[in-house]
């Protein structure tokens, strides 16, 4: 009986509050019962990284980087991607306009969707949370709601 391809689970901002913990917890479930690959970009690795997951340096507000870690992607596990959790971004809760801001979160996902799609990758989800700020909008606008 031939073995089945594992799919491919990509998230970004693995050296982020948020993205270190969801890459870290999707490795351990995977090394429990592997049945997918959990590859992480970044443009730094994280302090401790997961034993299960594959940390690249990637970054997105670089072509040449961006194309090179989606290249090893596929090299590695092929050109389907069952989920791409997107969580790089930059963010200081200040509220001032940021050209750091349009730089990582606007232009780097433009250019992940772009490359993505030019470089013919078959994703399947396409899961996009642009730093904790916005899980403190959500978080808020869900309390005004409930009121």
């Keep these: 009986m031939s073995?089945?391809?594992?799919?491919?689970?990509?998230?970004?901002?693995?050296?982020?509050?948020?993205?270190?913990?969801?890459?870290?917890?999707?490795a351990e479930e995977q090394h429990q019962q592997p049945s997918y690959n959990v590859v992480g970009f970044d443009r730094k690795a994280p302090s401790y990284p997961s034993p299960s997951a594959?940390?690249?340096?990637?970054?997105?507000?670089k072509e040449k980087s961006l194309r090179r870690?989606?290249?090893a992607i596929r090299d590695l596990h092929g050109d389907r991607i069952a989920s791409v959790i997107h969580l790089a971004?930059?963010?200081?809760?200040s509220g001032a306009a940021s050209p750091l801001y349009d730089k990582v979160t606007v232009q780097g996902t433009r250019q992940l969707l772009q490359l993505l799609q030019e470089e013919?990758?078959?994703v399947e989800q396409f899961i996009f949370c642009p730093g904790s700020r916005s899980l403190?909008?959500?978080s808020s606008y869900?309390?005004?709601l409930a009121a």
């Design 89 to 93: 971004a930059y963010d200081d809760f």
């Design 142 to 144: 869900q309390r005004r």
């Design 54 to 61: 594959e940390c690249l340096h990637v970054d997105l507000t």
């Design 3 to 26: 073995e089945q391809k594992k799919e491919t689970i990509l998230v970004t901002g693995t050296s982020g509050g948020i993205g270190y913990p969801v890459a870290k917890r999707l």
């Design 120 to 122: 013919d990758f078959n």
């Design 136 to 138: 403190y909008t959500m």
């Design 69 to 71: 870690g989606l290249q």
